[in-house]
């Protein structure tokens, strides 16, 4: 598939590299089985290149900027302060087309998927230290960057997000109790309670950061041990402990046998927290290693959910795309149990107590042959 405006954009380029247009030839980029239809390999001097086209050409909602003017300042203000971004080579607003640094053959979401955990160590590393530097680049640039933010009632609208997510995670926890046949008793549901509102708390009192708004193990690019983030077409505001999830845990998307791949363990985690804790005044390493853990938590409780959703109501369109994206849910529900379950990222006690009763539905479940 050839972009749209093929042979003028190619012109441009090739006006650019100072060569002519029929040096230039573009590749499509797949992930998993779908391919992308707005991101090509353009090669030419025996260099590979990302050409990438906003297919959004206006402002979203009340912004003021596109996703191109947006991603074009950021990635430049980022790649200033040494972050591990692409360098931004040329760029058509007219078109909606930027020429980047080629960053690498494969996503971290594809290493998650193909590589033995063992052997992505030194990458999973390299990732934690430039998701930091990457935090802190965002922090120097709140002001420079202000202009940019997609608007939103950001602490109305986090507030509402992690409610609903807390909301879903404790439903969810009563459906898997059900996995052994009858509800939680009555003394489990009112400690859980309990710990659940303790929790609440605490993810609710924790800071929000800037960063970018598309976050997930897809968008970190590798070449060799050598992470790099991209997409930046939006921007906002989140916790950084969600960023961190959902860029190291891989959902194996649209493949063959893919499914969920956390990346994250006890001891990528402590190094995480050693470096925020640098800089976030009054956070402790064991806070900031329990925010990530709980952060895990709601993710894994909150595809549970939509599993659950999905299964139930096969003919809705949205459960048509979840079950086509991630092939059989049995399999999927399998794994994200025994991240539930086996996952030890804190040494937190109310983590540990939630660890310990979904270990009690898995181990009940198995024994009644549920799978």
């Given at each position: 598939m050839n972009p749209p405006n093929f042979p003028s954009v190619i012109k441009q380029?090739?006006?650019?590299?100072?060569?002519?247009?029929?040096?230039?030839?573009?590749a499509p980029i797949r992930h998993g089985t779908l391919e992308r239809n707005n991101v090509w390999r353009l090669m030419a001097m025996g260099r590979s290149f990302l050409l990438k086209q906003h297919l959004i050409t206006q402002p979203v909602g009340n912004s003021t900027f596109t996703p191109f003017?947006?991603?074009?300042?950021?990635?430049?203000?980022?790649?200033?302060?040494?972050?591990?971004?692409?360098?931004?080579?040329?760029?058509?607003?007219?078109?909606?087309?930027?020429?980047?640094?080629?960053?690498?053959?494969?996503?971290?979401?594809?290493?998650?998927?193909e590589t033995p955990l063992d052997e992505l160590k030194q990458i999973v590393r390299n990732t934690v230290r430039a998701f930091c530097q990457l935090e802190a680049g965002f922090a120097k640039s709140v002001h420079a960057l202000k202009s940019y933010i997609y608007p939103l009632d950001y602490s109305a609208f986090l507030r509402d997000t992690m409610q609903t997510l807390l909301d879903r995670g404790r439903k969810t926890l009563d459906y898997l109790a059900w996995m052994r046949g009858e509800?939680?008793?009555?003394?489990?549901?009112?400690t859980l309670d309990a710990i659940w509102g303790h929790l609440s708390n605490r993810l609710q009192g924790a800071p929000p950061t800037l960063g970018a708004l598309d976050y997930?193990?897809?968008?970190?690019?590798?070449?060799?041990?050598?992470?790099?983030?991209?997409?930046?077409?939006?921007?906002?505001?989140?916790?950084?402990?969600?960023?961190?999830?959902?860029?190291?845990?891989s959902l194996g998307a649209n493949r063959a046998g893919g499914n969920f791949?956390?990346?994250?363990?006890?001891?990528?985690?402590?190094?995480?927290?050693?470096?925020?804790?640098?800089?976030?005044?009054?956070?402790?390493?064991?806070?900031?290693?329990?925010?990530?853990?709980?952060?895990?938590?709601?993710?894994?409780?909150?595809i549970v959910y939509r599993l659950l959703q999905s299964t139930a109501q096969p003919e809705a369109a949205e459960s048509k795309s979840t079950l086509q994206s991630w092939?059989?849910?049995?399999?999927?529900?399998?794994?994200?149990?025994?991240?539930?379950?086996?996952?030890?990222l804190s040494e937190d006690s109310d983590r540990a107590y939630i660890q310990e009763l979904i270990a009690t539905f898995r181990e009940t479940s198995k024994q009644n042959g549920d799978f």
């Open positions: 380029i090739a006006a650019y590299l100072h060569i002519s247009s029929d040096q230039i030839r573009c003017q947006i991603e074009s300042v950021v990635l430049s203000r980022l790649h200033q302060l040494g972050c591990r971004v692409p360098e931004l080579y040329w760029g058509s607003e007219s078109a909606g087309y930027l020429l980047m640094e080629w960053c690498g053959d494969t996503t971290l979401d594809d290493l998650a998927q509800p939680m008793s009555l003394d489990q549901a009112a997930n193990a897809r968008n970190i690019v590798v070449d060799g041990n050598t992470p790099t983030f991209i997409d930046f077409g939006s921007i906002g505001w989140d916790w950084g402990e969600r960023r961190l999830v959902q860029s190291l845990n791949v956390s990346l994250l363990d006890a001891g990528i985690v402590k190094e995480y927290a050693s470096q925020v804790a640098k800089h976030r005044e009054d956070w402790s390493e064991t806070e900031i290693a329990a925010q990530v853990d709980y952060h895990q938590l709601l993710f894994y409780l909150s092939g059989g849910p049995k399999a999927r529900f399998r794994r994200i149990l025994g991240l539930l379950a086996d996952s030890h």
